[in-house]
């Protein structure tokens, strides 16, 4: 299915309420569930990440049910920050600043220490852009 659109995405996934889809350079791409480990590194940066953003009132943190079009495509990452001043509209090009993917069916060496370093370095190119 390549040259598909946003409009082409938003029937499907209205059609197919129970599948996470994307649109990437015209196609649509429909994201599997993830597993046991990927989904607590996911949570403990989503965690880690508000902790740090929400008592600085910098915008939100948003999980992988929100949908972003940036550069045309329309991603769905585990998580993304949003900077306040581009709330509310998180579906509008360039919304989420910094997005993170934890994509694996085995994590022999991926850990919650991983998902720190993961948070610690965002959280450092947090504070460069503000």
Excluded: C, Q
């Amino acid at each position: 299915m390549v040259g598909l659109t946003v409009k082409d995405l938003d029937k499907l996934t209205a059609d197919y309420p129970d599948l996470r889809m994307e649109l990437v350079s015209g196609e649509i791409i429909v994201r599997s569930l993830s597993g046991l480990e990927s989904s607590e590194v996911t949570a403990e940066i989503i965690g880690r990440l508000s902790n740090w953003v929400r008592p600085r009132k910098l915008g939100r943190v948003i999980g992988s049910s929100g949908g972003f079009r940036l550069h045309g495509d329309v991603r769905s990452p585990d998580a993304s920050f949003t900077l306040a001043e581009k709330l509310p509209r998180p579906t509008e090009d360039g919304s989420g600043k910094d997005v993170v993917t934890v994509r694996s069916n085995r994590f022999s060496d991926l850990s919650i220490s991983i998902a720190k370093a993961i948070t610690t370095n965002l959280i450092l190119r947090l504070e460069h852009y503000l």
